[in-house]
């Protein structure tokens, strides 16, 4: 009896070694105005800001910049009578007021940065001021707006064997 359950128990231990060892984990850091909000929402148009890779991703959605469908239904962007063009994105990082390298403009309206130091320059950073400039369609009147976003981290396992954590 003793030696069954010791076999058992290293069967186990085996098991829960190999299930531990399997697990990899990896980390979305994104900035965003609300800590559950993935979107900054505004009357017109709708923000992200996320890490992939080397490069800073900040995406300004209109629904003329995307189709108006993903950009109500998926999106839930506010219905508005504003209809706005965002014609640039700047950022700064609070604490050690960096910049990034604009590297790419995709689809007019996802904007691409990068910095040889960008996860140094996050580490470093809790906060990240973002200023969008947008055109009124109809009116073509310019107006600038600055959001104030905190960074958020989130961890989650990966691996190849089914786990719960």
Sequence with gaps: MVNSSMKYSSCLGFILILVLASC?????????????ERYVKEDGFVMSCI??????????YTPSSWDSTFYYDFLSGTKTNQKFT??????????TADTLTLKEV??????????????KIIAANK???????LTDIESGISESREFI?????????????????
């Excluded at 890490?51 to 900040?58: C, Q």
């Excluded at 965002?86 to 604490?95: I, K, P, Y």
Aim: some cysteine.
């Design 24 to 36: 990899s984990f990896s980390q979305d850091i994104s900035y965003r105005k609300e800590r559950r």
């Design 51 to 60: 890490k992939d890779g080397n490069y800073l991703i900040v995406g300004a």
């Design 86 to 95: 965002v014609t640039a994105v700047s950022l700064q990082f609070d604490n």
């Design 106 to 119: 995709r689809n007019k309206r996802d904007y691409v940065f990068t910095s040889p130091n960008l996860d």
């Design 127 to 133: 906060k990240l001021r973002l200023t969008v400039c």
């Design 149 to 165: 976003l905190n960074r958020r981290k989130h961890t989650y396992p990966t691996s190849t064997l089914p786990h719960v954590l």
